[in-house]
């Protein structure tokens, strides 16, 4: 009758720490290592460092055992406990601006450094609570980030404290240290220098690091015969291939949206993914904001296979399988006369759509788009270069650099050698920087059987996950939050990124680890940093300057790389284009949308928010059209079979509304076998499905009924609005002819209809607007208040029960056509009423309106009666139904904003507008004696928003930004019907369509 | 007391069946009721029914224990639908305990003197009934222990409750309603007791009962402040019976849920309460009136009243569904006739149809006198009412919330095993309570049926009482 | 003095007749109430009515207030927008404490006017007075009446054709806790 297996076993696993703790009582940290030796040899260490943890997995499905599930991750944290108290790094960081440079007890500090994803750098600011770490935003001085971030930036927090991290060096999976592998590596690195480094290999992912660059030269000097390989699983290979066709040289694309009226994108999600997209996303956003009561908008084309954020923003969207799009990119070049292009049989509705297109771009020639994605072919980037060649774009609106990475070549290739030359039995000593290839390399290359043939071989990895257990060592690899490194943005500019903590765990960086084979290992990843500076900036006085601006401001000045001229050519061996698989159904395969290409697997915030569009959580899925699956007699949830290229993976089906027919969409990222307790056996792996050949879609795939079902854990169950006014929308058109269309969309009661007279709110009045004609619907919001505000993951089970706890939601509508119908963004938070209905019926008075017109919640005085969330209009109260909050893991305590209350079991919860920032910003001004000035106060989601949607401050300041757009006659306060009177107001949504479509059609 | 028969005879009113049966005495009356209590063994129906209601005893403290343990999360409950099983059930034994009152206070009133036979046990059960719903208010809170927070009491922080929520004046509501019943139930018993007390053989139960009866002796001067207090007491316990109800169909009212907030609420909340009421007293009082052989008391005549009660009222609860669809369709609200529409066909259909089949339906049967009084079907209705009135509330409390204002947060709610086992846990609760009372206490109230009895210059106008 | 009868008409009519005759100071038992004896006894009204109504005045004032001064004075909030102030709301509770107080006014009035409870009476000392609560009826006048003659009123009440005649002493009180007590309770 009580299911009490789960917590009895947490408790006996307890026990174990308890014991091991025991044992290390009167150890010193310094010793750490030491003592870590003399437990190795104890059984029951062994016991638990080399779990599998089967029972935990299934652990995590059972609601109520969260507790022992959270007990454990407490648990393996153990080690993290002997490391002993929280160290800011030995070496001088520098706060960011203006800030005092003495630590204030209590008073977070913030520190410009970067986020690297895909090898790219985001600018950003990280927020310290003495010494901890606590909150990653966006640095306004960086050029791709200009402030804000997206999910993966502010998620990476939860990476450094994630207690699942590798914590010791590993041999052959026993324990072993650091000095043990470098005793052995230097060994095998004098073999190599007698050979001239003709049996050394270092496969590393992209690497845009000039100190790493730098290291990495040094070496090949040294080991002329040894190899750098890169592979970094979504590479550019295909950009980089297309240009060469043109160009003759690689080249870096970079967009300028903000000077774009029409944008054509060929199965790109420029506003989501790739680099410098939170750039993209902002340029793109402010050709979209629209002040007053006139329009002037640019327009968006996207042809694409399954529902982007960028296809959702799209006026026109023409939904084709990506075998399609190469046929599309033919028809627009032919009709842009791109020498020796010649258009392709297209059906109709693509043919309407592209001669649509072309009719804007060629009206606005030096003022349009046209941009690939990074899955398709060469052959249609190097079509897209010549258009934007012929449109006059080229130095206009597309700009054209030498490549970022510091050693540009072929990914996919450069993998493929690799893997040869351990074949041939070539590699003596391997050392993988980072990389997690057995997961992410197309699995017909068998990578996992190859990495054996090296003699040694090295894995520096944040996890001990399935590359590492294929190699021989394990070096966990240190957080870009705990090491010294540098790294560049997508236009080249620099930033040197400075650690705001020492290494929680004895972790090593990619500098050091080099630096180690260059035979200075005695050095820091910060001195190795430092050196390389001063080798370009030269040393002395001018240098300390240097170095302290660079480390405060973020970025180090004049490092964008120069725009080129590159001259356009033909194709040597001519348009080479393929013709599209036919009618067989083909998959394609895509980054996920949060947890990216399996890297994120075991990022609670990350597998738990609601994947933009199709709001699934916790899993990936064959996502399919209606008329596919109507073809197939599937329905959401049932379990296929996937076949291509000889292998089969299972998945659940989920019916995809705008998705391409006969088609399927994969995403990476699933499927791991070792990523950490939350990522290890979720989903489906697509990399079973690729091959080095074709990585982006298989054609002739089958797809067969298994009979089976599987829950998939959506947060939105509904998709229609019920013909209600929620989202409300026109396009340019009717907004013109009537600017205030949405206010008419609802009658809002009167002050006379209203039984009592209205509340006065002297002072201070918080308000919020959210323009939903910017609203991307990237969920950077939803990620940046879960780590401002402390908000529990609760895991799939809860959230298929409809327990999920963000604060903020991005709530997705259709409309129209169910097979391709227009798509609706719109970010709910709690609406702050001023007529608040969960005040009225709450009993012990636990929420309550304050002076300033907050919808406060006391959280200590709340007994969970429930009531106010049923009568929550809006439902974005939230109810801790059981205790989710991780009251027991030591680093996820570490990583709690100390400014905002830890919600426990029975408690109910909800946006407070950030009132710890309000209270904060008073707090400041106070001190100077001032008004809280406009600006001064941002919500968690307003700073993360790339595409400035969201705008907060004092409504009864007339001049403040909040209050003048409140004025815009595109305001409208919703279900405003209900008299609640919300602070929280929305700008209503625009379309441009062009006149000459109505509305895409369905093709075929 | 051979005499007894021609002064019946000679009080000489017409009627289908006396209130009492004829052969009945004052002394009889006491023999039999009290009787039951001291003299016999337990019937081995009753030891059955203690022991299968253990058993769900069990189950009730498990499932409370696993509540306590993890949190309301044991519970299929989510947002949107934040109440579920455990208001149903609280509006649901409410109702229940109403019936009691009503009998015995209400018809008091209105000089139903065919109630005295089953007033008793009526206002036993909305005791035990209105025990049974106060427990889910405090479970269903969030943090239990702090339950206490709803009642006005100076505590350090000088925090008070809010009394603009329904749920505070449920507090009151429902604490007032349990201590006034308790005290009419007791004053009731008093003078039971004392005959208890004087027939009583074993020591014990002389003490027992004389100390429940505190020296009650039946002196006129007594039985005249008595009678008094005992009316004014029904005086006040009617407009309390209809309030109580009310104040709990405000939890929904005050709501603005469409669904939830329609002002026929109140009314039909109290007919519906009275409805499930009467089937719950038949349900209990048919099988125990056999196990006792208490025809001569609870005649059929009794039966037939109260069901034609149920009939009354479920008409009432009828017009209150057809208000509701025309509401719907009347006040041109989108939301709300959207939620009629979805109540009808949407996912939680199957309740509403059964719903209305079971409360609808059902008691127009009881237009038949034939089916009045054949006791096996009626017991068989009254039983199909209270599931129907189960599904009722469900239906308000749920198929309201699980499709409100926006589209994006609808869910749907499934209960878990620990659902079940509350609300099964509760019913054995009050089903062992019932029987625990009818072994140690007078079922019946002996004084008021002896004052029923007849006598040469009083007679008993039955044939008054209402049709 | 106290006479025992089987049947309620006969108790009444003794009541009558003594009444008749003068006799003020008399009580009866029986097993259930008789408005016609209470009458015929002249019992004199009770004010438990007035009593009730009171209590019910101060319950509801105190609940008003109690509403009133926390949510409005002592701990002001502002809630969902209403005035501090919002009477409509506190109708309820008004209402029910009204209800209440009255209740515990009636049965409390009620139990304490009676003088119970009493577990010790003289008249329990008659050994048949168990029969009060079942089926006979006792007429009792007492000795304090200022006619009370102790031959009359025997012959008197002997002339009404009852079961028996016994005089009531005012036996000492025993010790309440040995169980003596009981056995005539």
Known sequence: MFDLSPITMSEKNRFDIASIRARLSGEKGSEYWKSLDELAETEEFNEFLHREFPREASVWDDALSRRGFLKIMGASLALAGLSGCVKQPEEKIVPYVKQPEILVPGKPLSFATAFIMGGYATGVLATSHMGRPTRIEGNPDHPASLGATDVFATASILSLYDPDRSQVVTNKRAISTWDKFFAQLQTAIEVQRALKGSGLRILTETVTSPTLAHQMNTLLTQFPNARWHQYEPLHEDNAFEGAKLVFGMPLQTRHRFDRADIVVSLDSDFIAQGPGHIRSARDFANRRRVQGSHAEMNRLYVAECMPSVTGSMADHRLRAPSSHIENIARGLAAGLHVEGVHAAQIGEPEQRWVDAALKDLLAHRGKSIVVAGPQQSPIVHAAVHAMNNALGNTGETVLYTDPVEASPMNHGDSLQSLLHDLDSGEVDLLIMLGANPSYSAPADLKINEKLGKARLSVHLGAYNDETADACDWHIPQSHYLEAWSDARAFDGTATIMQPLIAPLYNSKSAHELIGGILDDSGRKSHEIVQDFWKTQRGGGHGFENFWKTSLNNGVVEGTSFPVKQPALRQPSDGWKFSSPAGDGLEISFRPDSTIFDGRFANNGWLQECPKPVTKLTWDNAAFISPATAQRYHLESNDLVELAANGRTVKAPVCIQPGHADSAVTLHLGYGRKKAGHLGTGIGANANLLRTAGSQWHAAGAEMRKTGESYTLAITQDHHSMEGRAIVRAANVEEFEKEPSFAKEMSEVPTASQSLYPPKEYPGYAWGMTIDLNACTGCNACVVACQSENNIPIVGKDQVSRGREMQWIRVDRYYKNDLDDPEIYNQPVACQHCENAPCELVCPVAATTHDSEGLNVMTYNRCVGTRYCSNNCPYKVRRFNFLQYSDVDTETLKMMYNPDVTVRNRGVMEKCTFCVQRISHARIEAKKEDREIRDGEVTTACQSACPAQAIVFGNINDATSNVAQRKADPRNYALLSELNTKPRLSYLAKLSNPNPALEKPEKPG | MADQHSQHSHSGFEMPEPLVAPDQTYASITDKISGDVIGKKTPRGMLITLGVTSMFILVFVASVYWLLANGIGVWGENIPVGWAFDITNFVWWIGIGHAGTLISAILLLLHQHWRNAINRFAEAMTLFAVACAGLFPLLHLGRPWLGYWLVPYPNTMWVWPNFRSPLIWDVFAVTTYLTVSFMFWFVGLIPDFASMRDIAKKKWQKVSYGILAMGWRGSSRHWHRYETAYLLLAGLATPLVVSVHSVVSFDFSVGILPGWHATIFPPYFVAGAIYSGFAMVLTLMIPARKMYKLEAFITNRHLDYMAKVMLATGLIVLYGYMSELFFAYYSGNGYESFMMMNRITGPYGWAYACLLFCNGFTPQLLWFKKIRQNILVLFIISVIVNVGMWLERFVIVVTSLHRDFLPSSWGMFYPTKWDWGLYIGTLGIFVWLIYMFVRVMPMISIFEIKHLLPWRGRRIDTSADAE | ?185
Request: charged share 20%.
């Open chain 3, 1 to 185: 003095m106290m006479a025992e009868f089987d049947a309620p008409e006969k108790i009444l009519a003794a009541a009558e007749r003594a009444a008749a005759k003068g006799y003020r100071e008399m009580d009866a038992f029986t097993p259930f109430p008789m408005e016609e004896l209470t009458d015929a006894l002249k019992v004199k009204h009770t004010k438990l009515s007035l009593f009730v109504l009171c209590c019910g005045v101060t319950g509801g004032l105190l609940g008003f207030f109690m509403q009133y001064w926390m949510n409005g004075i002592d701990y002001p909030l502002n809630i969902g927008g209403k005035p501090l102030y919002s009477w409509p709301a506190f109708i309820p509770i008004t209402f029910e404490m009204t209800i209440l107080f009255s209740a515990i006014g009636a049965v409390v009035g009620m139990i304490f006017r009676n003088g119970l409870p009493r577990p010790v009476h003289p008249v329990f000392n008659i050994d048949s007075f168990e029969r009060a609560t079942r089926d006979h009826f006792f007429l009792c006048i007492e000795a304090t009446d200022p006619l009370f003659q102790e031959e009359e009123v025997q012959a008197f009440l002997e002339s009404m054709e009852p079961i028996a005649v016994t005089p009531v002493k005012h036996v000492p009180m025993r010790e309440p806790d040995s169980y003596e007590d009981f056995k005539d309770l």
